[in-house]
């Protein structure tokens, strides 16, 4: 590709495009580890309000009797909802990072559609005045081709020297 500045301008955006496409990916992991922190954060709570659950049951329960079980019900209880707290806490700052995330995505997105756009659009723009020139050439070929036809049909004796001077002036004004 020789270097005209409308190269250099296709070769600037296809590099903009593999970097886009890169920052691109790098955007949607972030998103997903937000969605991935978000479940990791459901799961430890499950955990923890699990453990909570047999607090104040079972053989020990009830051999320290009703009092103790009532006393490991209300930590149960206060434990559960302080877990619900920090979950409430943390899912809220989760939800922050992954609409921020999410909002550079769409960003990205938009850069690379436009980005894609102008490649395609220059490109579009460099086909059609490189077609243009091989039809050009094409034509000019074609009246060569003509002339040297004319040329051995007055030398075989088909065509007079007027006839053959009116013809080539025709196809030289063509060029």
């Known amino acids: ?11 600037v955006l296809e590099d903009r495009i593999t970097l886009l496409t890169a920052r691109l990916e790098e955007a949607k992991q972030a998103v997903k580890s937000w ?11 499950a955990e923890e309000r699990a453990k909570n659950q047999g607090a104040g049951r079972g053989v ?7 009092k103790y079980r009532a006393v490991a019900r209300r930590a149960a209880a ?20 992954k609409a ?9 997105q938009a850069e690379l559609s436009a980005a894609k ?3 395609k659009n ?12 091989p039809i050009e050439t094409t034509q000019a070929l074609t009246s060569l081709d003509l002339l040297e036809k004319l040329k051995q049909a007055k030398d075989q004796g ?6 053959f001077e009116e013809k080539r002036r025709k196809l030289v004004s063509t060029l």
Do not use: K
């Open 100 to 108: 921020q995330a999410q909002l550079v995505v769409r960003q990205i």
């Open 122 to 133: 220059l490109t579009a723009g460099s086909r059609t005045r490189t077609r243009a020139n």
């Open 35 to 45: 969605v991935d922190a978000n479940s990791s954060l459901s799961r430890s709570a």
């Open 60 to 66: 020990f329960g009830a051999l320290m009797g009703p």
């Open 117 to 119: 756009l102008d490649l």
């Open 1 to 11: 590709m020789s270097e005209t500045p409308e190269n250099l301008q296709i070769v």
């Open 158 to 163: 088909l065509l007079t020297e007027a006839e």
């Open 78 to 97: 206060a434990s559960n909802a302080s877990i619900s707290q920090d979950v409430a806490y943390r899912r809220s700052r989760i939800a922050e990072g």
